[in-house]
């Protein structure tokens, strides 16, 4: 079982829509989680940190389930812009910060 | 504005020819990352220095290498590159080495091996 695994899609919606994105990750020792964003031949660029329970930051939120080992993304009110790959990424432990990378999830937005 | 620059950003290098890559930052992060990503593939990490410690990541191959001369620049020589090698390398950082210290990228370099 990969440690941090993610549907790749693509995701194709139209503007507007709201879509959700899932990834579930293996350690169970992992204590911080974060959605990074990916444009096509750029760098990852860090979109939300998850520490709790969730966060939520304008049209983007993000929900922990430590439980079930589950993170997920919600994006409402989807734009153009929103085309990109997203990256679930956790921390391994407390102590150096490993980040552990999913293959990420493609979403087209299209008009 | 404080960030990540990574030069150059386009690099052709001879199969077998050693090439090096630059990364500076001026966050004054302690920690400095260099991972490898391959098309429709998750960054891998190579190694992170922690201030003047190098850690390597026990599956990158004796061909890569670092170095870490002060707190702002990073480098990353391949001693021999392969066809294989060729990829994008991004550099990142982070304030410490904690487990909430967020990492911060630099915008890659892609390296093509002829």
């Known amino acids: 079982r990969k440690e941090v695994e993610q549907d790749p899609g693509p995701f194709n919606v139209p503007e507007g829509a709201t879509v959700a994105f899932n990834c579930t990750y293996s350690?169970?020792?992992?204590?911080?989680f974060f959605w990074y964003r990916q444009d096509c031949r750029k760098e990852p660029k860090l979109l939300m940190s998850?520490?709790?329970s969730g966060n939520e930051d304008g049209r983007f939120t993000a929900q922990l389930n430590r439980a079930s080992q589950y993170i997920s993304l919600l994006i409402r009110d989807s734009k153009l812009s929103d085309s990109a790959t997203y990256l679930c990424v956790v921390n391994g432990n407390t102590g150096f910060q490993k980040l552990v990378f999913g293959t990420g999830t493609r979403l087209l937005v299209s008009p | 504005d404080a960030m990540v620059i990574q030069n150059p950003r386009y690099q052709v290098t001879q199969f077998g020819k050693p090439v090096t890559l630059s990364c500076s930052q001026t966050l004054n992060h302690n920690v400095m990352y260099w991972y490898q990503q391959k098309s429709s593939q998750a960054p891998k990490l190579l190694f992170h220095?922690?201030?003047?410690?190098?850690?390597n990541e026990a599956d990158t191959p004796d061909n890569f290498q670092s170095r870490r001369p002060n707190t702002s620049f990073c480098f990353l020589d391949i001693r021999s590159p392969g066809l294989g090698d060729a990829a994008m390398y991004l550099c990142?950082?982070?304030?410490?080495?904690?487990?909430?210290?967020?990492?911060?990228f630099g915008p890659g370099t892609r390296l093509t091996v002829l």
């Open positions: 220095y922690y201030d003047k410690d190098f850690n």
């Open positions: 990142a950082t982070s304030r410490g080495a904690g487990g909430y210290n967020e990492q911060f």
């Open positions: 350690n169970s020792a992992s204590q911080s």
């Open positions: 998850v520490y709790s």
